[in-house]
C-alpha cells in the first residue's frame, strides 16, 4: 500500500497527480522557506480508494490520518485541545486542475463548545472565538451534513435586523453565542444529529465531505465545460488555521502577480482586514485594492512584494496568490498559476519572454488557444458607444468583451431562453456554482455584488464570456423579475448591451466595430506560425471573410464551397434552367448563363490570394436545394422558367430524397452530368488565364468531393483536366493547377493507396467523414448526441472535437495508405474541426501538411499547431 | 514478346486463360486423338495487345499468323488457291469463359469470285460452292462491316418470293449465283468498299472483328450478368472447314452427354443432315433428335457414342458438343462443359459421385449456389392447370420453372414495364443477342422457332429464367404487337402463365403449390453442409419462414427482426402511446400493452427453435415510422389516443428527421428511453421461463444494433443484463441468454477491440455498414448506383454483393480486433449479403462463424459456405 498522507514539509512527496494542485504547492512553498501555515496532504489515491470501495474510509487512511495530526501537532506544539496552543485546522479540498468555487472548503475545524472558550480566553477575544465557531457550524452543515445555507443565513440576518446591527461586525459575542445556539438546534432539526464535539469526527467527516464533493453535479459540469478527466479525484489538504479576523492588525486577500485582466505587469489584488479569506471571494464586503495595503501595512506588503517576484521566477508564470496577515505577521496560503483574459495571456506570455523569464515556445504554451477568439471578437462602436444610454454609474470590467442579449434573472431562464436560441444576459446579485449552467449559455454575466475576483469575474474569464459586476447602483428583485436602477426598471426580456472591457451597461442594442489586434498578440503570433509545422489555411469564399484569414496570417484558402456561389437570384435561374433541362445541349446551355458569374467570383477569390494556394471545391449539394419549397415560391418560379407549376412539382418530388446526406449530392452530380464540373473548370481556367495575362502568379488546387472509389475519382479528374487542357490550348496559355481528392467517405479512407496515387493532393472533410463514422447525422443529431456527452458514452461532441479513436484511426490509416509510396504526398483537413486545438494535436501527430478553419478561428489554431509541435 | 499463336497440336500449347475455353479444347480435343479439324488458336493476350495499342494489329502477329496459315496448308495439304485441295477455315472467337452467342463466327473464309468456281468444280456442285459463297458474304458483311443481317435476307426472300421457291435448298446455283452478286452489290452500296477477294485480307479483317467485339455491348453485358471480368480478352480460333452442307450423306448438330433440362443420364441433343452449324442453333428448320441418327447413320451415331464416354470421363463433366458429318465422316467442332438447369446440375452432380466419376467436393463445385433458387420456387398448383385454358398445343420446356405476367413484344417494352415493377413475359418469334436486357428483366421468355439449344433457351438456362421455345402453333406478329393462336389473339398487357418444366402456355394467373424438393437435392444439401465451416442460419420471424429455413437445415435464426411485432393494430396503439408519454411511469404503462403480444410472439418463435441459436435484434427504427402520415390517418389516430389533431402533428413534426438513417434509432433509443428494451428483455426471459418450465430448452442470443462506441454498449447491456436477472430473480429460474453486438457503423468495426470483449458475440449488419462506408442510401442511391455500375466506378452493386475492398476491409479488421484476445470469440453477418455466394466465400476466408439470410436464400448460402471450404 502506497503512503497516503505527506506532511508540507516531506521530502519526498510527490507532484499533482498525488497532491493535487494546491497540495503539491504548499509542499513546494514549504521547500522555498515561504511563511506557509503548517499541515498536511491527504493524496487523490486515498479518495479514488474511498469512492472505489462504495464510500467508506480504510483503516489504513484512518491510522495515517491519526500519524499525520500527532505529527503536525509536534511540529506546530499545538494540540486540537491544549489551553494554551489550541490548534485549528483548515479543511480543503486540492484536484489536480484548479476547479475555483466547486470543490468545499471548511475552516476552523476543532472549534467546539470547549474549545470556542479556551480560544476566548487565550486571545481575549470572545467575539472573535463564537464568530469562528458559528462560521464552523455553517460550513460544516452545509459541507458535511447538506443543509442548506441560506437556512443559517436566515437566522443571522433575522437576529441583526431584530437587534439593528447593521454590519456582522457589530453583532457582539453574545450575540454570536445566541446564533451558536440556535445553528446547534438547526442539526437536529434538520439531521437529527448534533454537531460533533470531538475535532477528530469532525476531522474525517470532512475528509469524506471533500471526497465525496468530487462527483457533485457542479464539479461535473466544470469538469465537462473544462475536459478534465471524471477519475482524476481529489486530494485534501489540512493544514493549521491563521486568522485574518483576530482584530484590526490581522486581514486577508488574494492578488495576481500581473494584471489578469489587461496583462499590465503590476500586482492586482485585493484585501480586507480583519476578515476570512471567503469574504473577500463572495464578495459581500468590498475590498481595498492591494495597493492600499503599503500604506496601511508597509513592512507587510514590502514582505508580499517580494514574495510574489520569487515566485514569478520560480514558476515562470503569473501567480494567483491568497494571503492572511496574523496579528501583523504575514502567511502565504496559496499560490497558483493565474486565470486571465485572452489579451492578458498574450500580452503576460510576451512581456516574459522580453523579460528573459521565458522562452517564446514556453509563451506559446500559456495561452489556451480556444481564448483567442475573444481577441478576435468585435467591440462596441465608440460612436455608438457616446449616445447609448448608460444604466449604472459603477461597474467592474470582469471579463472583457460587448454582447447584447435579453436580461434574464435566474439560471433557468437563462437556459430555457438560451437553448431556444436567444442570447440572454444573466444578471444575478451574485453568483455560486449552482448558477454554472446559466453561466455557460449566457452572453454576458452582470452581477451587483463581488469583485474582480469573485465567483462570477474567475468563471466568467475562464469561459471567455463578457462580465461585469459590483454594479451597486442596481438592485436586482429576482422573485418578481425585475432590476432598479437610477433611472428605470428592467424586466426579463428587456435589452441591453454589456461592455466586459469597461464594466458599463447600456440600454437596447449598440453597434459592434471590427477589434483591433495589440502589437503584442500580432508579434505573439508570428512566434507561433515560426514554431508551428503545419500551414494554417482558411474556409472563406467572400472578399471580407478571405482579406480577414489573410490578415490573420493564412497561408492561403482550404476550402472554397463554390455552391455558395449559386444561390443568387440570376444565378439561380440557370441552376434551376439546368435541373429541368431534358438533355445535354439544354444543360450547357443552361449553364452557360451561370458561366461568366461564376468566373468573376474565381477571378475575385485568385487576385486576393495570387501565389497562396486556394482548394475550390466542385459544386457538392444535392439539386432539390435549388428548387423552391412553399407553394408561393413554386408558382413564382414556375412562371420565371416558363413550365406549368405541375411540372415544377414533378421534379421537386422526383429529386425528393430520404435521406439526402446520403443521396445524389457531391461528385455524383458529375457522374451523372459532368457540364457541371466542366462549366466550373472553366470558369476557373478561365480566370486563371485572365490573371496571368495581367501577370498575377496563381496556385489553384480543384477539388472532387465524396469520392467514393478510385475509378470514380479517374473518371471525373479526367474530364477536368480534359476541359482544362482544351481551355488552355484555346488561349495558348497554360496556368498552375492540380485536382486532387476530398476524402470524407469511409470508403474513401479505407482504399486511399488506390486513390492517392491518382490524385495531387488528399484534403479529408472531417464533417461528412465523422457524420458516416458514427451514422450521425449532425442536423438530427442534436436530439441525442448531449444524452450521450453527459452520459460518457462518448468522450467529447465528435463535431466539436474529432474523435481520435473512431474518426482519427480512419483518417490516419488513409494518410499511411496516401504516403505508403510518397512520405511528402501532401495531405489537409477542411473540416471545422481544424480549428480545434485537441483535434490539431491529433493532425499535427500524423503528419497532416495543414488544417484549414473559418477565418476567425485561424489565429486559434495557428497557435495550437505551434502547441503541438511544442508538445 | 511471348508466342501469339498455337496450333491445335501444337505440344507447347497453354490453359484457357491464354487459349480461351474453345482453342483450349481445341487442343486437348486433338492431343486426345479426336477427329477434330485442324487449326491453330491466337491467343488473349493478342486480343488484349490489340485493344490496348488502340485496336491495331502488330507486326508480330502479323508475321506470326502468316507462319501459322503457311504451317497449316503443309498440315492439311491445302492451300487458299489450291485447284484440287482447296483450303476454307473457319473464324471464331473464344474466351476463357463460354459466352453462347455473344461473340461472332465465320465461317467459308477463303471464299473468293476464283476459289467459288474451283470449290463448284472440284465438289460437282455448284449449288454447294455459291451457298457457301452467300453465307460468307452474308455473315462477313455483318461480322466485320456491321451492314445489317436484314439487308441479306430481304434480298434473299425477295429473291425466293420473287421466284416461288418455298425451301432455301430449292434455290438452284444460278439462283446463288445471282444472289451473290447482289450480295456483292450490298458491300459497295453500305460501305463503299469490295468484298476482300484475298484469302489473307479475309483473314485479318476477321480476326480483328473478332477482337473488337470482346466490348461490344452484348457481349459487356452478358459479363455483367454473369460475373466475368472484362479484361480477359477473347482468343480466336481458325480452322480448317469441313462441310455439313456437302449433301445427304452430311450434317451437322449439337448434343449433351446428359439432359440439362432434368439430368437424366441419357443423349440429348439434334440435328440436321445437309446444313451447316449455325442452321441448328438458330432454330430456324426443326432439327431430328439425335437418337433418330441412330437409323440413319448408325456407324456415325456409335462413333459419336464412344467419343461422348470418353469425353465425360476425361472432364468429369457432363458435355455440350458441336459436331459435323462430311460425306459419311464424322467430326467433333467443339466440346465444352455444359450449360443445364438447376436442377440437372445437382442431379448430374448425385449421378456422378454414384457413378464414382467425381468426388463429393467435386459435386458441389458442379452447382452454381446462384442457381438453387430455382429449385426452391413454386411451381404450379396441378388442379388448377387441370381447368386452366390453354393456349398451344406445342412448346419445348426449355428452362423449368412457372412464371405469370403481362405480355409484351419486343425488348424495349420488356424493359419499360420491367423497370416500372410489371411482370412480363417477352414473347419472340426467335431471340438474339440484341434481346438480353429484355430477357433479364422478363419472367419468362416464350419463342414460337428454335428447339432446346436456341439461343432463347440456352440464355434463359443461364440466368435461372422460365423459358418455352418453338409454339409453333402461335404467330406473332411483332409489328402489330399481336399474336394469333388458334382460339384467340394476345395482346401487349394481356396476362398468361408458361410453364417451363412443361412447355404448356396457359390465359391468365394460375394459382401455384410450394416445391417439392428432390431426394437427390435433399442428399447433396448434407453433403454441402458436412463440407461447409460456416454455419447458414436465417433471418426470419414468422412461423412459416422459420419452418421454411428449419426444413432447409437452418443452423438456427441469425436474425429475428422485432420491429416487425409492433406493427400489427392493437400494437401499435400501445407503441403510438409510448411516444406520446411524459415521463417513465407512463411509457411503462405504454409498453405493458405490448409486452403481452410480445411475449407470446416470441414463446412461438423459440418454441420453433428451440436449442438451435436465435438472434434477436432489439428495437432498430426511428419511432416516426410509428406514427400516421395522411391527414386521415392522423385524425383517426388522434381519436384513438384521446389527444387533439394538433398535439398528434405536433409530434409528428418533431420527430421529423432530415436524414432519419442517421438520426434517433437503433439503440439510441433505448439511451433516452431504457424503458423500450428493458420491455422486451422482460418479454424475452418470461417466455423462456415458461418454456424451461415445459421442459424445452432455448438459446436466445440478444442482439444491440447500431452500437457506435463501448461506452454506449456497456450502459446498454447493463440494463438488460439487470432486468433480466430481476426476472429470473422473480421466476427463481435461470435460463440461457447472452447478449451480444450488432455491429453496423464503421466505428463501431474501428473500435471493436473496445467492445468485442464486453459482448458475447457479434454480428454484423451488411446493409448499413455499406450505406455508411460509401455514403449511399439504399433508398436513394438506386437513382445514381446503375451509373456506377455501368460505367465501372464500383465492381459489383454493394448492395448484391460484398465491398471487399472498403466494406470488407472495415470488417476484416474488426473481425481480428475482436479475435485479437479470444481466437475462438464468435462472430456472424445478418446482413443479406449473407446469402450472396461472392461475399461467402469472403466471409469464410476472414474466419466468420456463420452467415444468415432470408429462409429460400440458406441452401444456396450453405452450397456456397462449401465451395468455399473446397476452393
Known amino acids: 500500500m502506497s503512503k497516503l498522507i505527506y506532511a508540507f514539509n516531506d521530502e519526498n512527496s510527490s507532484g499533482k497527480d498525488l497532491l493535487g494542485g494546491k497540495g503539491a504547492n504548499l509542499a513546494e512553498m514549504t521547500r522555498l522557506g515561504l511563511p506557509v501555515p503548517d499541515g498536511f496532504t491527504i493524496t487523490t489515491e ?38 494554551d496552543n489550541l490548534l485549528l485546522v483548515s479543511v480543503r479540498s486540492g484536484a489536480k486542475f484548479s476547479m475555483p468555487g466547486m470543490m468545499d472548503t471548511i475552516l476552523n475545524l476543532g472549534l467546539n463548545d470547549e474549545n470556542v472558550e479556551k480560544l476566548a480566553t487565550k486571545t481575549s477575544d470572545a467575539r472573535f472565538a463564537y464568530d469562528c465557531y458559528r462560521r464552523l ?146 464578495g459581500i464586503r468590498t475590498p481595498q485594492e492591494i495597493e492600499v495595503l503599503n500604506t496601511q501595512m508597509p513592512e507587510v506588503y514590502e514582505e508580499l512584494v517580494g514574495i510574489t517576484k520569487n515566485l514569478e521566477t520560480h514558476y515562470k508564470d503569473m501567480q494567483d ?44 504554451m500559456m495561452v489556451d488557444p480556444k481564448s483567442i477568439d475573444q481577441l478576435l471578437h468585435p467591440q462596441f462602436d465608440d460612436k455608438a458607444l457616446e ?65 474582480m475576483t469573485s465567483h462570477a469575474a474567475v468563471v466568467a474569464r475562464g469561459m471567455g464570456t463578457c462580465c461585469v459586476t459590483a454594479v451597486s447602483d442596481l438592485k436586482i428583485d429576482g422573485e418578481n423579475g425585475v432590476a432598479t436602477y437610477a433611472n428605470g426598471v428592467l424586466k426579463e426580456g428587456d435589452i441591453i448591451s454589456v461592455n466586459g472591457s469597461t464594466g458599463q451597461l447600456y440600454l437596447g442594442e449598440i453597434t459592434k466595430k471590427d477589434q483591433e489586434q495589440s502589437t503584442e498578440f500580432a508579434e505573439f503570433m508570428t512566434w507561433a506560425k515560426e514554431i508551428s509545422r503545419m500551414d494554417v489555411r482558411m474556409n472563406a469564399e467572400t472578399s471580407k471573410d478571405i482579406n480577414a484569414g489573410f490578415e490573420f496570417n493564412a497561408s492561403g484558402i482550404g476550402l472554397v464551397r463554390t455552391e455558395h456561389m449559386f444561390f443568387q437570384e440570376e444565378r439561380l435561374i440557370g441552376m434551376r434552367r439546368f435541373i429541368l433541362a431534358q438533355n445535354h445541349a439544354e444543360r450547357v446551355a443552361a449553364l452557360d448563363t451561370i458561366l461568366e458569374y461564376q468566373q468573376s467570383d474565381f477571378e475575385e477569390i485568385f487576385r486576393l490570394s495570387g501565389e497562396r494556394p486556394v482548394i475550390v471545391r466542385l459544386l457538392d449539394p444535392p439539386l432539390h436545394e435549388f428548387l423552391p419549397n ?16 405541375e411540372l415544377l412539382k414533378s421534379y421537386i418530388t422526383n429529386l425528393n430524397e430520404l435521406n439526402p446526406m446520403l443521396g445524389h449530392r457531391g461528385c455524383r452530380l458529375a457522374i451523372t452530368y459532368p457540364e457541371l464540373y466542366e462549366m466550373q473548370t472553366e470558369a476557373m481556367l478561365k480566370s486563371l488565364i485572365k490573371l496571368k495575362e495581367e501577370g498575377i502568379e496563381t496556385n489553384l488546387e480543384i477539388m472532387i468531393p465524396l469520392i467514393v472509389t478510385a475509378e470514380e475519382y479517374k473518371t471525373l479528374s479526367d474530364k477536368i483536366k480534359a476541359r482544362a487542357e482544351s481551355i488552355e490550348a484555346e488561349a495558348g496559355v ?57 452520459g460518457a458514452l462518448i468522450e467529447t461532441d465528435p463535431f466539436q472535437s474529432l474523435d481520435i479513436n473512431g474518426v482519427g484511426q480512419l483518417v490516419k490509416m488513409a494518410v499511411e495508405k496516401a504516403r505508403a509510396h510518397n512520405p511528402n504526398y501532401k495531405v489537409g483537413v477542411c473540416g471545422e474541426l481544424g480549428g480545434d486545438p485537441r483535434s490539431i494535436q491529433f493532425f499535427n501527430d500524423i503528419g497532416m501538411s495543414y488544417v484549414s478553419c473559418s477565418p476567425y478561428r485561424v489565429p486559434g489554431a495557428m497557435l495550437a499547431a505551434a502547441q503541438s509541435v511544442v508538445k
Open 46 to 83: 486515498a479518495c479514488n480508494a474511498y469512492l472505489a470501495s462504495g464510500e467508506s474510509l480504510t483503516s489504513d487512511l484512518l491510522e495515517e490520518l491519526s500519524d499525520a495530526i500527532l505529527s503536525l501537532e509536534t511540529r506546530t506544539g499545538k494540540t486540537f485541545s491544549d489551553e
Open 137 to 282: 457550524l455553517q460550513m460544516f452543515g452545509e459541507v458535511v451534513y447538506g443543509i442548506h445555507m441560506s437556512v443559517f443565513d436566515t437566522i443571522f440576518e433575522s437576529y441583526k435586523e431584530e437587534n439593528k446591527y447593521e454590519l456582522d461586525t457589530d453583532i457582539p459575542a453574545d450575540g454570536l453565542k445566541e446564533i451558536v445556539e440556535k445553528y446547534k438546534e438547526v442539526y437536529l432539526e434538520e439531521t437529527n444529529k448534533t454537531f460533533p464535539q470531538s475535532p477528530i469526527d469532525q476531522l474525517t467527516e470532512a475528509v469524506e465531505a471533500v471526497f465525496k464533493s468530487w462527483n457533485n453535479e457542479r464539479a461535473r459540469i466544470y469538469r465537462d465545460l473544462h475536459d478534465i478527466p471524471h477519475d482524476l479525484g481529489t486530494a485534501v489538504n489540512i493544514q493549521e488555521m491563521v486568522f485574518g479576523n483576530s482584530g484590526d492588525n490581522s486581514g486577508t486577500g488574494v492578488l495576481f502577480t500581473r494584471n489578469p485582466s489587461t496583462g499590465e505587469h503590476k500586482l492586482y489584488g485585493e484585501y480586507l482586514l480583519n476578515a476570512q479569506g471567503e469574504d473577500v471571494v463572495a
Open 321 to 364: 496568490i491568497e494571503f492572511t496577515i496574523e496579528n501583523g505577521k504575514l502567511f502565504i496560503l496559496q499560490t497558483r498559476n493565474g486565470k486571465r483574459t485572452a489579451s492578458a495571456a498574450v500580452k503576460i506570455a510576451y512581456d516574459m519572454v522580453q523579460e528573459s523569464v521565458i522562452s517564446k515556445e514556453d509563451a506559446i
Open 387 to 451: 449616445t447609448a444610454e448608460r444604466i449604472s454609474e459603477y461597474g467592474l470590467p470582469a471579463s472583457p468583451g460587448a454582447s447584447t442579449g435579453m436580461v434574464v434573472f435566474s439560471t433557468e431562464r437563462a437556459k430555457a431562453l438560451g437553448e431556444a436560441g436567444e442570447k440572454v444576459i444573466l444578471m444575478r446579485p451574485e453568483t455560486s456554482p449552482e448558477d454554472i449552467e446559466g453561466m455557460v449559455v449566457a452572453e454576458a454575466i452582470v452581477t451587483t455584488h463581488g469583485g
Open 630 to 645: 412553399t407553394e408561393n415560391e413554386i408558382n413564382n418560379v414556375a412562371n420565371q422558367l416558363g413550365v406549368t407549376t
Open 734 to 790: 497554360t496556368v498552375n493547377y492540380t485536382v486532387g481528392v476530398m476524402i470524407e467517405t469511409p470508403r474513401a479512407c479505407l482504399t486511399a493507396e488506390e486513390i492517392a496515387p491518382l490524385a495531387d493532393f488528399i484534403s479529408f472533410g472531417t464533417n461528412d467523414l465523422t457524420q458516416l463514422t458514427f451514422g450521425f447525422s449532425r442536423d438530427d443529431a442534436g436530439k441525442f448526441i448531449g444524452e450521450y456527452v453527459d
